[in-house]
DNA sequence: GCCCAGGTGGGTA
DNA sequence: TACCCACATGGG
């Protein structure tokens, strides 16, 4: 029976490091989070290209747009209006609880500043822990939908846990290594976005020798997602 | 045309 | 708590 740890190295051989999080500084990170909201990276690219150009890229400038016109630069994203507000809240987050830094808020305690996170419109436990881990280097596993459909077809993790179920069970499996943490999500999700994907369609996926899908009917376990 | 994409918040029972 | 639904563009 294959290990999370087996998984991960299987996964790294396959892949190699992914360098993650594709941005250049820990606001990006923060704002590529809520822009990549169940969408694809590309779109985001898009978007992130469009704030640059337009001088968007600093949380008192977001914050005191107008939600319109903010949300022309993002519309490659999709949910443009409600990216738009959810931005500006963080924006108003940073300026108020960071001085609009948030590499200030790298020295706070990991739980105390998730929960800040979590109250913040638009920022959900994903979203949190993706800026607490690729952002603030903070040691918080991501759980995504790519975590959850993958790992409940290698039969590591029952159908339907929550995202704090899930998380628990990475943590506990693994050293409490920022490093460790930000390289396995990456692998999750380059597996995920180009080999397990929701329909019964597996093609040349990499691990394919210790997952029991496609079984011997053929059968894979109902998507769920 | 259909499925899919690095979710979240609000409403309802 | 557990479902539903809205939000919306772009690629395969």
């Given at each position: 029976m294959a290990t999370f740890r087996d998984i991960h190295d299987h996964l790294y051989a396959a892949?190699?490091?992914?360098?993650?999080?594709?941005?250049?500084t820990p606001f990006e990170v923060a704002v590529g989070a809520i822009l990549t909201q169940n969408t694809a990276w590309t779109n985001v690219e898009r978007a992130v290209a469009n704030l640059k150009a337009g001088g968007w890229l600093d949380p008192a400038t977001m914050a005191e747009a107008d939600p319109d016109a903010l949300a022309e630069p993002i519309?490659?994203?999709?949910y443009f209006n409600v990216k738009a507000r959810r931005l500006q809240a963080l924006c108003r987050f940073l300026l108020d609880s960071a001085g609009g830094r948030?590499?200030?808020?790298?020295?706070?305690d990991t739980a105390d500043l998730r929960g800040q996170l979590l109250?913040?419109?638009?920022?959900?436990e994903e979203t949190a822990d993706s800026i607490l881990l690729?952002?603030?280097?903070?040691p918080v596993f991501v759980v995504d939908a790519y975590t959850r459909r993958i790992f409940e077809r290698l039969e590591l993790l029952e159908p339907g846990l929550s995202y704090g179920r899930i998380q628990a069970a990475f943590e506990a499996a693994l050293p409490r290594d920022p490093a460790l943490f930000n390289e396995y999500h990456a692998l999750v999700v380059s597996l995920g976005k180009d080999y397990c994907k929701p329909r019964p369609r597996c093609p040349q996926c990499p691990i394919q020798e210790i997952c029991p899908y496609p079984d011997a009917t053929g059968g894979f376990p109902p998507a769920r997602e």
């Open positions: 892949f190699g490091p992914q360098g993650w999080w594709p941005a250049e519309r490659p994203t999709g948030i590499e200030a808020l790298a020295g706070e109250g913040i419109k638009g920022v959900g690729y952002g603030l280097g903070h």
